[in-house]
């Protein structure tokens, strides 16, 4: 049998060589570029996240100062009741229900 021979162009080699430049070059710029949106995006997020943590601490604050107004009322609330429970009981003679001293809180809060 004779051997055969494929012959390859040396152009086509040089062809291929030349995507191959290309392609790689091509994947090195989107790689930089990918860095750099991570980095950007990273940037952004961590700016959000100390607003949001800012916010939230604000928050917090609001919270504690309408949780202690609310409890003064409440608190002045039971005491004027409790008041209430107590003339009703100690007469038993007249049962009026009216609060004999009731004070309310001078509560403000800015938001």
């Known amino acids: 049998m004779s051997d055969v021979m494929i012959a390859v162009d040396p152009n086509v080699f040089a062809i291929f060589d030349g995507i191959s430049l290309v392609a790689s070059i091509t994947s090195l710029i989107l790689a930089v570029i990918a860095i750099w949106l991570a980095l ?7 700016k959000v ?46 049962v009026t229900g009216s609060v004999q001293s009731f004070e309310m809180s001078n509560n403000t809060t800015e938001i």
């Not at 917090?60 to 003339?87: H, P, W």
């Open 40 to 46: 950007s995006f990273k940037k952004d997020s961590d």
């Open 49 to 94: 996240n100390a607003e949001t943590s800012q916010l939230l601490v604000e928050i917090r604050s609001d919270s504690k100062v309408i949780s202690q107004g609310v409890m003064s009322e409440l608190k002045a609330y039971g005491d004027a009741m409790r008041g209430t429970f107590n003339a009703n009981t100690i007469d038993s003679s007249s």
